[in-house]
């Protein structure tokens, strides 16, 4: 994204009023460690640079870098935090962070992170994850149930208006709370959450995915028989591709996947360890405990009482 | 037929037992209504009988009130706690049609006593549960006020206040009711729902019947399958609330919501003992008005619970 003007212009300001070119550098490096300042702008070692020219050029590279927003975000840990125990007031920094909200961004807190306002646009990387960077993600599996069946045995257009139905629900859901839906295909879905608490988000979409879907067999589909889910939620880290193909072959999305084939029952929700242990406990109550091996997981499924 | 009784705020409790037999009575449908309010009750039909406590109540006011009833050419009858009018005879030469004071009202009254007034004077003392569909043409659009329309009533209450008070407090309790109720609001509103009342923890919805089927239904089950979901991420503060959902097909006259306090209904009357005092716990519970209208896939949902006010009771299986 290309980054306007007037906030390169406001930045270049508030790195020449709030610091010399040492401390520049030093924040810099915290984000790109071998950057070289003297090198990049022709001095050598011994000759100091002038600090509106070292701001100029730092605002410059960050910005052609795609990198400028953890440039916006190491100055605010610098006025909030310090640098080796020294806080530097930032000028300008609140007119920095105005002007970012103002092009469609949000500033996420627990992630530190600038990140696309979903009020605004909605892409499958929040606007901010880098390709083959690796960030905490939950994800969310949803599979299908004997999809090859139903494909096989009802008219292309009834199942076509089923699935889309069943997206509409999924794709509600997830980016309600902030999730995206990575991964669309015929037989089910991958999402992922980053925000805030991805966990509770996670299964509070999976469990809502399940309460609609239910009402949906119940009222409007058409199929003469329910569409049967399985979903799977696990989190850790996972290096983000934009490629689905290249998705699919993380640690992360492996180990999802086996999830969901393996330990889920027909129209449960099964989570792991991890999740279960960050939910708030009378959600974490409508979950049963599985054991597989040496493996805990949690299962949810609706439960009715017997007429 | 209908009882409307009228009466001194402090007598209520006493009355509320004196008739505790006729509330009961399927055939008869009773409300009680607070003096200083009487002004402002809507006219019902002439199946009515007025039972006026003048306890305590001044002769020229008496008088001024037997006249309007006699005009109106309503029944009425006359309470009398502290018997302080002695001749009784003068309120039946004014055409009441009953005299109860406080010796007659220590033991319920029975029905019997209402029927016996209801063939002297012909009123018709007709079974409350025989269904009579007053549909609005248009939905909303076509309900106009002081008319008497067929709903589909929603009773919601949040229970367990007293708790919650003491966890979070009383202001954030206020808070946590007004972020639910303007959930509830926005999620019933999708299907023409509109909330007629809502009293502290306590919400009443009006949707217009249209006499096939009731959409609200799949909304009340949602609200119940995704109540920790709501709970959690549609009101403040990270307390699970429980709530009891019931419904009830039935007529009342509408009023625009802030003018319902004259409101007299047998159907909104039922409604609130069905949600308050059928059951302490949470979950949906439908009459057999509501259950009759839902297609056989989602009656499958509901089970046969105890009747209660004479009517069948259903409720959502979900645990």
């Known amino acids: 994204m290309k980054i306007p003007y007037s906030i390169l212009s406001i930045t270049e300001k508030a790195l020449t009023k709030s610091m010399d070119v040492h401390t520049m550098e030093r924040i810099v490096k915290s984000i790109i460690p071998n950057y070289n300042l003297h090198k990049i702008m022709g001095f050598s070692e011994s ?93 969310l599996r949803l599979d299908i149930a004997a999809n090859t069946q139903l494909v096989r045995k009802y008219e292309s257009s009834l199942i076509t208006q089923t699935y889309n139905n069943l997206r509409s629900i999924v794709t509600a859901a997830v980016e309600q709370r902030n999730g995206r839906v990575w991964n669309w ?31 949906f067999n119940y009222i409007e589909s058409q199929l003469p028989e329910p569409v049967n889910i399985r979903v799977a939620i696990d989190t850790g880290y996972c290096t983000y591709k934009h490629s689905p ?60 009482a017997t007429p | 037929m209908n009882i409307i009784i009228i009466y001194q705020k402090k007598n209520l409790p006493v009355l509320q037992k004196a008739f505790a037999l006729i509330i009961k009575s399927k055939k008869i449908s009773t409300a009680f209504v607070d003096y200083t309010e009487s002004r402002k009750i809507q006219p019902l039909d ?86 009579n569909y007053i549909l609005a043409t248009d939905s909303w659009k076509g309900i106009v006020p002081n008319n008497e329309y067929t709903f589909c009533f929603l009773f919601i209450e949040i229970l367990d206040i007293g708790e919650l008070k003491k966890h979070i407090g009383s202001e954030h309790l206020n808070q946590k009711i007004i972020s639910f109720r303007r959930y509830v609001e926005e999620l019933l509103y999708q299907v023409d729902g509109r909330c007629w009342m809502w009293m502290d923890a306590t919400g009443l919805f009006l949707f217009p019947f249209n006499g096939e089927s009731v959409p ?95 009517r069948q009771i259903y409720t959502l299986r979900y645990k």
Request: aromatic fraction near 10%; include cysteine.
């Open chain 2, 46 to 131: 002439k199946n009515t009988i007025y039972y006026l406590d003048i306890t305590g109540v001044k002769k020229a006011e008496v008088e001024k009130q037997l006249k309007k009833f006699n005009n109106n050419g309503h029944y009425f009858a006359i309470i009398d706690l502290k018997n302080s009018f002695t001749d009784i005879a003068w309120f039946f030469h004014n055409n009441a049609c009953d005299y109860l004071n406080k010796d007659m009202l220590i033991k319920p009254l029975p029905e019997k006593r209402i029927q016996t007034i209801a063939k002297l004077k012909g009123i018709t003392t007709k079974s409350q549960t025989a269904p």
């Open chain 1, 185 to 215: 295909e015929g037989d089910g879905c991958i999402a992922a959450f980053i925000l805030g608490n991805r966990n509770m988000a996670s299964v509070c979409s999976a469990i809502e995915i399940f309460h609609e879907l239910f009402l």
């Open chain 2, 216 to 310: 609200a239904i799949y909304h009340a089950i949602r609200l119940i399958l995704n109540r920790l979901i709501i709970s959690l991420e549609h009101t403040v503060f990270n307390q699970i609330i429980r709530y009891r959902i019931a419904m009830h097909i039935g007529n009342t006259v509408y009023q625009p919501r802030g003018k319902t306090g004259t409101i007299i209904s047998d159907c909104i009357n039922s409604l609130f003992h069905l949600g308050q005092k059928y059951t302490d716990e949470d979950g949906l519970f439908i009459t057999e008005d509501v259950y009759s209208f839902l297609n056989e896939k989602t009656k499958k949902l509901f089970t046969k619970a105890k009747p209660f006010e004479g």
């Open chain 1, 47 to 139: 000759i100091p640079i002038p600090n509106k020219d070292a701001a100029a050029q730092i605002v410059r590279d960050f910005s052609e870098s795609k990198l400028f927003f953890k440039l916006v975000h190491a100055l605010m840990e610098a006025q909030e935090y310090g640098i080796m125990g020294r806080r530097y007031p930032i000028a300008h920094l609140h007119e920095i962070i105005a002007e970012i909200i103002n092009l469609g961004f949000i500033y996420d807190k627990n992630n530190k992170l600038f990140i696309e306002n979903s009020k605004t646009r909605r892409t499958p990387n929040w606007g901010v994850l880098e390709e083959n960077e690796e960030y905490i993600v939950t994800l």
């Open chain 1, 245 to 304: 193909e290249e998705l699919k072959k993380t640690e992360l999305v492996t180990k999802i996947l086996e999830l969901e084939s393996r330990h889920t029952p027909l129209n449960s929700i099964t989570i792991t360890n991890s999740i279960y242990a960050s939910l708030h406990a009378e959600i974490a109550n409508k979950f049963t405990t599985t054991r597989s091996g040496n493996a805990v997981y949690y299962t949810y499924t609706i439960q009715w």
